[in-house]
Structures are given as C-alpha cells and as structure tokens.
C-alpha cells in the first residue's frame, strides 16, 4: 500500500489538469499526423519522424492517461476475467513502446540532421527510407518492451473479497523486487540515458557546424546565409524538443529506480505528480512543432482557413499572404497536372503541344517547390 493517499483538493487539480492535457495532446498530435500524410510537401526526413512522435504520443493520450485517471481514484483495483488480463497486459504495454518509440525517433532524427548538416552528399540512406524507419522504430519498440507484456497481471486483491487487482509482478518467474532492479535500470540506460548521451554529442558538432564556422567563399553568399539560418531553426526546434522529452521524462525514470533500489514504499501522490509530469510531454510536443516550425504553422492555418488567419493577419499578414499564395500555386499545380495527364493520353509524349505542356508543368512546380522551401534541406 501507499504511505500517502491524495486528498480530494489534489485529485479534482490533477484531474483537470489531465483532462486539458488529453485534449491538446488528442487534437494535436493527430493535427499533426494529418498534415504529414495529406500533404506531400511536408513528408520530409524529419517531419516524418516528428510524426512517429506524433504516434507515440497519441497512444499516452488515447490509453495511457484515461489509466492514470482510474488510478488516482481506483488505484490498482481492476477486473477479471479474460478482457481484464488483456487490458492490464496491453496498457503497460502501450505505455512502454510510447517511451521507446520517441525516444527512436528523436535517434534517427538526431543522426538526419547530423548526416544533412556535416555530410550533405552522404546522407543516411536508411533515415531516407521513411517506410523502413517506421517499421524499424515500432518493431524494435515492440520487442524491447515484452518484459512489461510478461510482467502486468491481473491477481485477486489480498484486502479486498471477490475483487482484483492489476499488478507489476514477476512471480512465479522470478522474485519480483530483483527483476525490477535489473529491468528498469536498463529502461533508463538503453531507452534514457545512453541515448541522451549519444544525442547530446551528434548535437555539438552540429552547433560547432552551424554556429561557430564561417561560410566559405564568396560566391552566392546570401543563399547560403539563408540555408544556415533556416538549418538553425531546424535544429535550434529539435534540441527544445529533446531537452524537454528528457525533462519531463526524468523524474519518473528516477522514481522508479528509487523505489526499487531503495527499497521505498511508493507514495502515491509523488507517484501520480511524476507520471503525470512525464504524460504532459504529449501535450507540449505538438504545440512545439506548430509555434516554432514555419511549415507545420502555415499548415495549420490552411486547415482552419479565415477562422484563425483573418485575425494573425492583423498582426502578422504576411503569413496569411504566403498562405494564400501557396494554396493559388497548389491550385495551379493540381490543374496543370490533370491536363498533363490529359495531353499524354490523347496525344503521346513526343507531341510538341504536349511537350509545351509539361514544360510549363516543371517551371509551375520548380516555382512551387521553390517557394514552398527555398533554403532548407532540413525541412522546417
């Protein structure tokens, strides 16, 4: 049992503040995966893999913070039966390939960036791929984390007749206090720690790259100028982003280590803040990637047109300009296309007027692509 239980006053604040996290991390991490899937501009290397946080991140909002919400009034009581020990197995479960998927993702996206801004002609060719990535991050995450499919069981509640309890237990495996031990010390080195590390270290020579050596030559130096400080937007993006998933991810790392390794009897109440400290990360992510990205920000405006756009114009109208302008050159793009097509059909490829056609085709979407990122490989 717990040393401390929460009173209602804490119960009602956390609550609430639980039900404002689901919310914007529902709406915004899909918003997110919305807009890298419909929109084939957006689909770059780390947009891509934003959008694999994206999923992640879901996953705590839709299965994970509903079960912290029961926990805080219902502790571990659960259900039996067969629904009962599938659900006890599979929210666990979830929980912990969220954790190892974003922390993949911010990998790859690491080593996208480190490969892009020091070795432009040797990209990574498997960060390129973004179908195997994906397979790769989830597939990986899924079979790391089985121990908490073995581990998660359902058992009748030694306090209470007749009910059950969903429970971390290792038993008749093994002592349970000891495979703790040893099984979240290795979630924090191999899924926190190291990979922080590794990060960390690609992420200096990066600011050593763009912030502290000065462009070569002299030939088209604008373009280059534009190209660095669209890279820096980038990067100076991703590193709030990983600095704020190992925040918020730390102290519940600590906690559990704590707890085992110090042989504490958990409060509940310290337990329920730190978790829900670690979940609210779901929450800033999407709201990161809309403030400080310009792409995903033009993005969300297209979706929710004059509703938002008139009134930012007022402040900002350039950007509903461009945004107006983009959707003209999306239009055009998407007509010139359809009568390409047409052209081939009825004509072939070799008739001049077809030719004309597609001619006037590559300089419409030279412009569009050229407009659309002018500077960045990076893909902000």
Sequence with gaps: MTTQDPNLTTLVALTTAYVIIFVVALFGNI????IVISRAH???????????????????????????????????????????????????????ISISASIFSLIFVTVD??????????????VQNFKAV?????????????PYWVAYRVRKSPFISGTFECLYDWSPLTNTSSAGKIHFLLIFLFLYQLPLIFISILYVFIARKLWFRKI??????ANQRKAKISKQKVVRMLVIV??????????????HIVVFYGKLTPSLIVGLLLAFVSHMNSAINPCLYMVMNTSFRRELFGIFGSTFCVPHCRIKPRLCADQAARNNNENILNRLQVKNRRFSRKQGSHNMADARQNCKLKVVMTHYKSYDNPVSVTGD
């Design 31 to 34: 918003l997110v995966i919305y």
């Design 42 to 96: 957006m689909r770059t290397c780390v947009n891509n893999l934003l959008a694999n946080m994206a999923a992640a991140d879901l996953l705590v909002a839709i299965f994970i913070i509903p079960d912290s919400v029961k926990l805080m009034y219902m502790k571990s009581r659960w259900f039996g039966g067969p629904a009962g020990e599938f659900l006890c197995k599979v929210i666990p479960f979830l929980y912990a």
């Design 113 to 126: 960036q480190f490969f892009a801004i020091l070795f432009p002609f040797k990209r990574f060719k498997l």
């Design 134 to 146: 994906t397979i790769f991050i989830w597939s990986c995450s899924s079979v790391l984390m089985i």
């Design 216 to 221: 070569p030559g002299n030939t088209n130096q």
């Design 242 to 255: 990983i600095t704020i998933f190992a925040i918020c991810w730390l102290p519940i790392h600590v906690f």
